[in-house]
């Protein structure tokens, strides 16, 4: 019999979760010779207090799992998925991947070359450190990246300069919380105590959407509204604070500009007009109006759902005036919470070169700008998002990736959809094999992650792979940092002295404002006079119909329902979705069903003019008659015909921002019939 070998004793490696997620968990991770045995969660942040959740629990399977990629590769026969790839070395890995950014940048320009990256599960290393400063000096295409938040990062932005806002430990102090557009339960699990609190210390929780989430179910009142119709509703509730005598008239005197303008386009918006618009009962939006007229403080926490449409601007922009008209501001707990990323005010300041003015690629329109750019795109190098899963119009962004012409890059941890498209497929590091600073966006921390273990297989990080590009490239200068280290004490360096040397020394910063800003009291918006303008001009010629113009449902007889794609929680955006779970199923309302002759369970096409999606029905009660749900980040594996909601998401933009439509989506379903 063979004795068991020996083990090192095992030890705990302080870290932080830097996924797109806004809780920005602190860590404990058990680490056994040299692997990872466990992922728990650390008291050193109180917010989240020890807990975590249970899809990072299970982030090892992503780590030592089947679909990590453990060396370069470079692809033999055609793409697509099953795509063939050959095992090469780093060196002739980005070798290749230099010589072809040299050759399209040499004959057909350096906006031939198109980087692709979201960012939303990367820190402040990991993005936009040396990859920013390489394709900047490469003078590649720009990207917007407007994927996520651009309509509420415009509307936050136009109003209040992203000042920062209220964190959890306030939420109890609140007498009514709006849960408008956001479902914690699922996209930031630590907030929800914090909000039984408050209703335990007798604040009334409204909850604002289309499906009956969790904390619908708990709430005083639900407003099932149809997607896209939040606009409507908060312009009644300006109608009536203004109407009744309860628009703030000093506040409005002293802090902001404009309520006149946002007040006439109020107007038309009576209790009844709206309600009919929302498809909601009428008194159920008076009722609202009138709690938050009279409640204090009273918080709105604004989320992402609300967004994602043809009025997500709009609908944004005056959910987030009310605090300012009703006066809810200057109380601790009253006012807005919302992603508060950009609460620390940093400037890149460590990218090291100046941003070009090439041509600026929307994200959102990446499949249009491969198929019909002008000039063509050449080489697309994809990390830090998995485009072919996440992006609009699945259908045409599939057809750019398979263009025999195009030279695509894929820098990954897995083998995700995109990577299957991949000329040179590279990989990447997870945080816990690599160091970042995680941006909690719901409280406000900024936190060190570190590395846990050694890189798996031949894993770099990104710090490594744009320096080396860079080298190659010939476009590197002597003071560039190189590699991860050098690049992150550059950073530290570069911050604010005080957040640098705290993250470096202790690995987190001080909290600002002890981490509980009270909004017109610790902290004024950022706006250029720290005045709130309600109607602001740029924003007026930017927004197609002008600002707070609804514009209407775009249902036809033919897709008459709508179908939305909220974050679920088995993954972060499209991040560990290689991992086993349940059947995914369509979600709709009874009632649909049966006027289609649909039973639980049933084989189903969705389908409009873009494409079409196969799966199978799940009837529950838990969603709005007229709206069905697919969750958000699928990979084409989880449906019967490879496609995933967003083959049905138009490319079309936002009204502000530039952002996606994913809740535009307008569809059919039916049976399919074997
Ligand atoms: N577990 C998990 N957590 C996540 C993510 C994830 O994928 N999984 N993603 C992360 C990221 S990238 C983001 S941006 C955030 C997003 O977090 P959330 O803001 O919670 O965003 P969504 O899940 O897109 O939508 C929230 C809710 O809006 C509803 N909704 C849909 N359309 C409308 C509408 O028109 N109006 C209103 N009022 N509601 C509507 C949906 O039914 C859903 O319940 O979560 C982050 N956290
Ligand atoms: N239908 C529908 N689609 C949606 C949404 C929706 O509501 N509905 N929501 C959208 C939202 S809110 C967002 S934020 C986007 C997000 O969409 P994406 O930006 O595509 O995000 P992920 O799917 O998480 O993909 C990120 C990828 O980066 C890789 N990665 C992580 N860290 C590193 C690193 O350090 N280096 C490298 N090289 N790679 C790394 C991960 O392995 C992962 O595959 O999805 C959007 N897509
Ligand atoms: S995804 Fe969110 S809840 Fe889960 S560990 Fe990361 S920060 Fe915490
Ligand atoms: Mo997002």
Redesign the pocket.
Known sequence: MKSAPSLAPEHIVETACPL???DGCSLNVTVQDGRITAIDGSTANPITDGYI?A?VRRFTERVYGADRLLYPAVRKGPKGTGARFERVSWHDALSLVAEKMREARDTWGGESILPYSYG?SNGLLTQDTGDATLFRRMGTSRLARTV??APTGAANGALYGKMPSVTYPDYPEARLIIV?????S???IHMVPYLRDAQRRGAKLVV????T?PLARQADLHLA?K????LPVALAIHRYLFENGFADRAFLDAHTRNADRLREKAMPWTFERAAAEADVPVELVARLADWYATSSPALIRC????E??RNGGNSSLAILALPAVGGKFGVRGGGYAMSNTEAWGIQRTWIGSPEPSTRRVNMNQLGRVLIEGDPPVKVLFVYNSNAAATSPDQGRVLSGLERTDLFTVVFEQVMTDTAHYADVLLPATTFLEGYDIVRAYGPIGLRLARPVIESVGEARSNAEVFSELSRLLELNEATDPSGEIEEMLDVFAKMPAAIGDSLRDHGAAVPLYEGRPVQFVDVMPRTADHIVDLFPEALDREAPAGLYTYRPDPATTEFPLAL?S????R???STLAELPRPEVRLLMHPSDAAARHLEDGAAVRIFNALGEVRCNLQVGTWIRPGTV?LP??LWRRHTANGYTANALVPDTLTDLGGGACF?DARVEVEAVVN
């Open positions: 797109d997620c806004p959740c899809k939303g996520c938040a408008w557009g956001v479902n914690p699922a996209s930031g604002i959407d289309p499906r989430t509204i997607p896209g119709t939040d989320g992402w759902g609300q994602r449409n939305i909220p974050a679920s929680e993954t972060i955006s749900s958000k980040g809740n």
